[in-house]
């Protein structure tokens, strides 16, 4: 790739670290030989066939890897074009690279790409294209004003009983519209190593209204295991920290890093949650179904979270597809996003109102369970603003009249309530009360 930066780091942070905690009740186990030897990890016949073609050279256990797959991450023009048959706008938009968010592809992940199909949904969401070049009105490098909020170095604190820990401003596989986007690649004034973490924590501990702490990035899940059970056991030594949060995309783009091991180690830190970001059907293989089991197993409550995506996932049936995919998986979708107005973004985002056709598409048409919050993520730091369709269309004296999925009318006993008269759409719509069935026809 021309004019690439290079990344801040090229390798899963902190893989051979060594550290002392200094609270030994939650000291790593550093007996070698509690340390689990090679799992086998499935692969699919896709990515078997895969492997064979382009990776002729790694076996089924470079493959299974993580470290495999984070050292030989798709990063340039020639690498992608060994694989992929590029358009002339990716080709172009790749070429005029510089600065940060660069390329950067697991071949686990490249596996899922369509070879000729430009427009295939998870192909667009990480190969550049000369939409991201262009800005428009409302965008910023830091639309959502973390920086703003940043307590101490890496730590934002925005809502009153819980804080966002930046860990790293490391992934396996960078999303093209990724809201921290000015925190990879080179030149960039993020800083994050042990002494950043401790500060951080130190934060916490002088906060005693935290309550909860989402580790994201980056993305904490490359974080090496000595590395990742130091942060983790520090934060567990806070007393009043009662739970922790992980935010990752890791099962879903480099699966095979969900491991024994990895498992082993943090269940031993519950009650921790983890909020897994999924994009399409598409990526729900045998190997995110092996992670998210691996995962669950160890007592780990699961989340989705989905960014909507113009012309990617903005139909009301393929966000069913994921929505049922990831429950039987045993994870909740938890949110759906507005896509943030992040710097060069315009070409991924859809209306606001796209996400409510499909919140009501979704609703009465498959399970609660598998219906996420559509939130926007408010502009410079107000934070996530939940949205609905609109199910109330007016008032009739003490009956609130409400509408169901399938665009019935219902009366609601409300006496005295006045949710409804300033929306009474009631006379608009030239309904009247039907006595009989109880319903406004």
Same mark, same amino acid.
Request: charged fraction near 25%; hydrophobic fraction near 30%.
């Given at each position: 790739?021309?004019?690439?930066?290079?990344?801040?780091?090229?390798?899963?942070?902190?893989?051979?670290?060594?550290?002392?905690?200094t609270?030994?009740?939650?000291a790593?186990?550093?007996?070698?030989?509690?340390?689990?030897?090679?799992?086998?990890?499935?692969?699919?016949?896709?990515?078997?066939?895969?492997?064979?073609?382009?990776?002729?050279?790694?076996s089924?256990?470079?493959?299974?890897?993580?470290?495999?797959?984070?050292?030989?991450?798709?990063?340039?023009?020639?690498?992608?074009s060994?694989?992929?048959?590029?358009?002339?706008?990716?080709?172009?938009?790749?070429?005029k690279?510089?600065?940060s968010?660069?390329?950067?592809?697991?071949? =686990?992940?490249?596996?899922?790409?369509?070879?000729?199909?430009?427009?295939?949904?998870?192909?667009?969401?990480?190969?550049p294209?000369?939409?991201?070049?262009?800005?428009?009105?409302?965008?910023?490098?830091?639309?959502?004003?973390?920086?703003?909020?940043?307590?101490?170095?890496?730590?934002?604190?925005r809502?009153?009983d819980?804080?966002?820990?930046?860990?790293?401003?490391?992934c396996?596989? =960078?999303?093209?519209?990724?809201?921290?986007?000015?925190?990879?690649?080179?030149?960039?004034?993020?800083?994050f190593?042990?002494?950043?973490?401790?500060?951080?924590?130190?934060?916490?501990e002088?906060?005693?209204?935290?309550?909860?702490?989402?580790?994201?990035?980056?993305?904490?899940?490359?974080?090496?295991?000595d590395?990742?059970?130091?942060?983790?056991?520090?934060?567990?030594?806070?007393?009043?920290?009662?739970?922790?949060?992980?935010?990752?995309?890791?099962?879903?783009?480099?699966?095979?890093?969900?491991?024994?091991?990895?498992?082993?180690?943090?269940?031993?830190?519950?009650?921790?949650?983890?909020?897994?970001?999924?994009?399409?059907?598409?990526?729900?293989?045998?190997?995110?179904?092996?992670?998210?089991?691996?995962?669950?197993?160890?007592g780990?409550?699961?989340?989705?979270?989905?960014?909507?995506?113009k012309?990617?996932?903005?139909?009301?049936?393929?966000?069913?597809?994921?929505?049922?995919?990831?429950?039987?998986m045993?994870v909740?979708?938890?949110?759906?996003?507005?896509?943030?107005?992040?710097?060069?973004?315009?070409?991924?985002?859809?209306?606001v109102?796209?996400?409510?056709?499909?919140i009501?598409g979704?609703?009465?048409h498959?399970?609660?369970?598998?219906?996420?919050?559509?939130?926007?993520?408010?502009p410079?730091?107000g934070?996530?603003?939940?949205?609905?369709?609109?199910?109330?269309?007016?008032?009739?004296?003490?009956?609130?009249?409400?509408t169901?999925?399938?665009?019935?009318?219902?009366?609601?006993?409300?006496?005295?309530?006045?949710?409804?008269?300033?929306?009474?759409?009631l006379?608009?719509a030239g309904?009247? =009360?039907?006595?009989?069935?109880?319903?406004?026809?």
């Amino acid at each position: 790739m021309q004019n690439q930066s290079t990344e801040t780091q090229s390798e899963p942070p902190g893989s051979n670290l060594q550290i002392t905690p200094t609270f030994p009740s939650y000291a790593p186990n550093k007996d070698a030989s509690a340390q689990p030897k090679t799992h086998r990890f499935p692969s699919s016949q896709h990515s078997k066939e895969f492997r064979k073609r382009f990776y002729p050279n790694a076996s089924t256990h470079d493959w299974n890897d993580w470290k495999w797959q984070v050292r030989n991450r798709i990063k340039d023009l020639r690498e992608l074009s060994r694989i992929i048959q590029l358009s002339d706008d990716e080709r172009t938009a790749i070429e005029k690279h510089t600065g940060s968010l660069p390329v950067g592809i697991t071949p =686990y992940y490249a596996s899922l790409f369509n070879e000729t199909d430009a427009n295939q949904g998870l192909r667009r969401t990480h190969i550049p294209v000369n939409g991201e070049y262009l800005r428009v009105r409302g965008e910023f490098d830091d639309p959502l004003g973390e920086d703003h909020d940043t307590a101490t170095p890496g730590l934002v604190h925005r809502y009153p009983d819980r804080v966002l820990f930046l860990t790293t401003g490391f992934c396996s596989t =960078y999303c093209r519209y990724c809201t921290r986007s000015r925190m990879v690649g080179g030149g960039n004034e993020y800083s994050f190593n042990i002494s950043q973490w401790e500060k951080a924590a130190q934060y916490i501990e002088a906060h005693p209204e935290i309550r909860d702490c989402l580790l994201s990035g980056g993305d904490p899940l490359t974080i090496g295991d000595d590395k990742l059970e130091w942060l983790l056991a520090r934060l567990r030594s806070i007393k009043h920290l009662e739970f922790l949060r992980i935010g990752t995309k890791v099962p879903v783009v480099m699966p095979q890093r969900i491991t024994p091991q990895l498992t082993k180690i943090l269940k031993k830190y519950h009650p921790l949650w983890m909020s897994i970001h999924f994009t399409h059907p598409d990526e729900l293989t045998p190997e995110v179904h092996e992670a998210c089991a691996r995962l669950a197993n160890a007592g780990i409550p699961l989340g989705s979270q989905t960014v909507l995506l113009k012309g990617i996932n903005d139909e009301i049936s393929i966000m069913k597809s994921l929505m049922q995919g990831v429950l039987k998986m045993r994870v909740k979708p938890y949110y759906l996003y507005q896509c943030d107005p992040i710097s060069g973004s315009a070409h991924f985002r859809t209306s606001v109102e796209k996400g409510l056709e499909i919140i009501r598409g979704l609703r009465g048409h498959t399970t609660g369970y598998a219906i996420p919050t559509f939130v926007v993520d408010a502009p410079g730091g107000g934070g996530k603003i939940p949205l609905l369709p609109d199910y109330v269309i007016g008032r009739n004296g003490d009956d609130l009249l409400l509408t169901n999925f399938e665009g019935g009318t219902y009366s609601y006993a409300d006496p005295g309530g006045s949710l409804g008269l300033s929306q009474n759409k009631l006379r608009k719509a030239g309904l009247r =009360y039907d006595e009989k069935s109880g319903i406004y026809k």
